[in-house]
């Protein structure tokens, strides 16, 4: 019994030598060593407009918002998405939700709650997932 008890133990410790742990963040870096963070990515810029995954998803960004000022002074999303703006500018209006206050009133301009746009649109880099993920679009 023993004896076969240890070479359960050493096969392990064979099989454990021959694959390292290998995490998807940190790659084979060892655990005490500080792993090079990657460089950042250009955002993904193509333009083309993703599919939800479900119908009140916010829909992800197809281009570049790096540097956009969104402050009290002046938003640059609405420069562009504001009702007013999209006969020039051609891009898609803000959803009539995003005039709805929280107390269900609609307003005559976008409501403060909808006003971060990056609080709930993100725009996408092109990185190849860490881990994977089955995940399926709702149908
Ligand atoms: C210079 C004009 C411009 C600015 C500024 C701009 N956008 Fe856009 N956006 C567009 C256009 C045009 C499209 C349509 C797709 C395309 O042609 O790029 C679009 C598409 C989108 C979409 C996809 C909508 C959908 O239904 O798929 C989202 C979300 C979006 N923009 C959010 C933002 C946010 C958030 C900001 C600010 C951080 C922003 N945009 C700033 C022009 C702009
Ligand atoms: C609190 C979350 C939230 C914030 C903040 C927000 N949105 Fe949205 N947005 C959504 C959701 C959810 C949808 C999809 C459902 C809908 O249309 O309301 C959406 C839809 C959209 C669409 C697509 C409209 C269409 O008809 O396809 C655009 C464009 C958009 N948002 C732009 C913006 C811009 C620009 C801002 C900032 C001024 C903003 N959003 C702020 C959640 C948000």
């Not at 993703?50 to 609405?78: A, E, M, T, W």
């Amino acid at each position: 019994m023993r004896a076969a008890i240890a070479a359960v133990l050493a096969l392990a410790a064979a099989l454990a030598w021959a694959e390292p742990l290998v995490d998807a963040m940190r790659g084979a870096t060892p655990i005490l060593q500080a792993t090079k963070p990657p460089r950042l990515a250009n955002e993904v810029n193509d333009d083309a407009r993703q599919p939800r995954s479900f119908p009140q998803q916010p829909p992800v960004i197809p281009h570049r918002v790096n540097g956009y000022q969104i402050d009290k002074n002046f938003n640059k999303c609405l420069y562009c998405h504001a009702h007013t703006k999209t006969l020039f500018s051609l891009a898609v209006p803000v959803s009539l939700t995003h005039f709805v206050n929280r107390d269900g009133q609609r307003l005559g301009q976008v409501s403060t709650r909808r006003y971060f746009c990056l609080q709930c649109h993100v725009s996408q880099e092109p990185e190849r997932p860490l881990v994977g993920n089955s995940s399926q679009r709702q149908k």
